[in-house]
């Protein structure tokens, strides 16, 4: 008599995504923020300044982003206007543990920061359309009927990442006055663990600073000040996440005192760095 040996796999309970479909008029567009999931927002409407990490750019209707955890992003801005999109969110515990654990070929999206814009082709906008409308029929979203469907689509796209080259920046919509906030954002990025103000920043630029402080504004939607905070919240989750101590964080990104970071940090996250940190660590 042959012997089997039975084995078992651990799969997460909770459901690997979350699929909507929004065609609304905004009163309040929500501001700039980030996400613990990866996120596919799929607009069928023009987007004339999209925020995403460290860039500023215009999005067509029609284009699929692929937005890493962390990143920090504002797609529409503008109350009263109509904005149509899917968003297609995906849990990336239920990635880690399933799926993409020791996959390189999808660490696009979680190890890139910049996002990836896909641009569908028409029979591809149709099919992506059917595919997240299918994704969003399923009640229960841990069914395996549901689980097919979300790696269906996640092929999909991955299919149509595989015609770009992940290695080589984007040829990106910008136009000369984005450009220029872009280079304020790098700028800002390469300080992050400096207390660095508007007028050192005009001085780098050659600019007036309520000058700067306005271009600024007028492409983001948000001042320079709220723009850091959020970009140092956001480097902050990302480095509890991965096992850095509180005081280690305070630390690196240049907080005086803890009161400050804590003060910083739950305004933005709803909850302590240490919460935060005991919550979602990698194991």
Known sequence: MQNYEITTSMFPVAPPYDMVYKNEVTDQPVGPHSHNAVE???????????????????????TLLVIPTFCIHQLYHEAGKLYERYIFSINTQWLDTVFCEGAPEFSYLKDTPMPILLYPDKKGKQELKEKFEKLMSYEDRTSIAAITAFLDTLSFIHGMTKKLNLKKKQNLPISPSQKKVNDIIAF???????????????????????????????????????YISLQKISAAEGMLRNGSTVSEVQEALGYSSYAYFFKNFQKITGMSPSKYRSQYTIK
Not at 40 to 62: H, I, M, Q, R, S
Not at 210 to 223: P, T
Request: aromatic share 12%; net charge negative; charged share 20%.
């Open 40 to 62: 596919f927002y799929y607009t069928l409407t023009d987007l004339p300044d999209v925020l995403l990490n460290d860039k500023v750019l215009e999005v067509k209707a029609g």
């Open 188 to 226: 800002l990025q390469d300080h992050l663990s400096e207390n660095i103000n508007i007028p050192e920043i005009s001085a780098h630029f050659y600019l007036n600073p309520d000058y700067l402080a306005r271009l600024f504004k007028s492409h983001m939607h948000i001042s320079i000040g709220r």
